[in-house]
């Protein structure tokens, strides 16, 4: 039979996908008692995460795919599997291998972003150049998005991304994107383009993060109370609906997807204020469009507004927290 054939899968985060995989199947000969169809992800080079395991009738799915993995069960020779509310972290490279008393097959399927997503950079509050390659991977994480690749880098430069600043990429490597040559970013004359630190050590040395997400899965809103609130307030503002204060990637979404503009800085999920920006004009910080950072201030003292997710499911239901302290836009 030999092995089976790759594919590649396209899909936009939250939405439901089938990972494709087909095997060699003879009637008269197979036990379907004794076939066993394993998929696993290839996390990095030779190393492999448990996804999913069915021996005849029994199944198991394992950590983050639990609930939500299932075998297409399409008839004959199909070893294909369904991914429910598909999530940043599922997209890469899956192996399918199918094995009974006769033979092996193998096969490999890529999930990929279907269109487009924003790539943004990103430090904590503890200030530049302080992840390394694992801290930057989960800064993106918590911040509802994953290690931007070189390629989505790349088109975030064709785009216009410009920044000083050297962050972590997914393949371990550390690059910026200037498309404004200047002498504090690597010299005037130098062209314009994604300069390349090469691969660095990923527990030893430290820099920010290129953090890339992809389409919400909700809506962002701006809430302002009469009086401004503090970042503990920020936080039990409607908390009782399970709403919640947006992640910065969930702003860069909303300022990308959305076509969120809002000249008011606003408390985010990490602690920092942030505003975006789609019409650029004087008083709103400058004259590209993007999302302006006022850094972390005194999470206790310091009052603003905030930016707000209410998720795809909430925008289905009234809301019943009081919305009467809030301008809601």
């Known amino acids: 039979s030999g092995d089976m054939i790759s594919y590649a899968v396209f899909a936009n985060?939250?939405?439901?996908?089938?990972?494709?995989?087909?095997?060699?199947?003879?009637?008269e000969t197979a036990d379907p008692s004794r076939i066993r169809i394993k998929w696993t992800k290839v996390t990095d080079t030779f190393q492999f995460a448990d996804v999913f395991v069915a021996l005849g009738r029994q199944q198991r799915?394992?950590?983050?795919?639990?609930?939500r993995v299932a075998l297409e069960?399409?008839?004959?020779?199909?070893?294909?599997?369904?991914?429910?509310?598909?999530?940043?972290?599922?997209?890469?490279?899956?192996e399918c291998e199918?094995?009974?008393?006769?033979?092996?097959d193998t096969g490999f399927v890529?999930?990929?972003?279907?269109?487009?997503?924003?790539?943004?950079?990103?430090?904590?509050?503890?200030g530049r150049y302080k992840l390394?390659?694992?801290?930057?991977?989960?800064?993106?994480?918590?911040?509802?998005?994953?290690?931007?690749?070189?390629?989505?880098?790349?088109?975030?430069w064709l785009e216009g991304l410009d920044w000083c600043n050297a962050g972590w990429l997914e393949d371990g490597s550390v690059q910026y994107p200037i498309s404004h040559p200047r002498d504090q970013c690597g010299r005037k004359e130098t062209p314009a383009g994604v300069r390349n630190y090469g691969y660095r050590h990923k527990e030893d040395e430290r820099y920010d993060a290129f953090c890339f997400t992809s389409k919400l899965n909700g809506q962002v809103y701006f809430l302002k109370r009469f009086k401004k609130v503090n970042y503990p307030e920020a936080l039990k503002a409607c908390q009782r609906d399970g709403s919640a204060v947006a992640k910065v990637g969930q702003l860069f979404a909303a300022w990308r997807f959305q076509l969120l503009d809002r000249c008011e800085a606003g408390w985010v999920e990490d602690g920092s204020i942030r505003y975006p920006i789609v019409n650029p004009r004087a008083?709103?910080?400058?004259?590209?469009?993007?999302?302006?950072?006022?850094?972390?201030p005194d999470k206790k003292f310091r009052l603003y507004g905030l930016y707000y997710l209410i998720s795809r499911q909430q925008l289905h239901?009234?809301?019943?927290?009081?919305?009467?302290?809030?301008?809601?836009?």
């Open 317 to 329: 239901y009234p809301f019943n927290c009081d919305v009467a302290q809030y301008y809601l836009q």
């Open 110 to 126: 890529s999930l990929d972003l279907e269109g487009s997503g924003v790539v943004f950079p990103y430090y904590p509050r503890l």
């Open 283 to 296: 008083r709103c910080g400058g004259s590209e469009p993007g999302v302006r950072n006022l850094g972390f």
């Open 73 to 94: 069960q399409a008839g004959p020779g199909d070893a294909s599997v369904v991914i429910h509310n598909v999530t940043l972290q599922d997209y890469g490279r899956y």
């Open 132 to 156: 390394n390659y694992h801290e930057a991977e989960e800064a993106c994480k918590q911040q509802d998005a994953i290690l931007a690749s070189h390629s989505q880098l790349h088109k975030a």
């Open 61 to 67: 799915v394992f950590g983050p795919y639990r609930g």
């Open 98 to 104: 199918v094995t009974n008393d006769m033979e092996d």
């Open 13 to 27: 985060a939250a939405c439901t996908i089938t990972l494709p995989c087909r095997y060699h199947h003879e009637p």
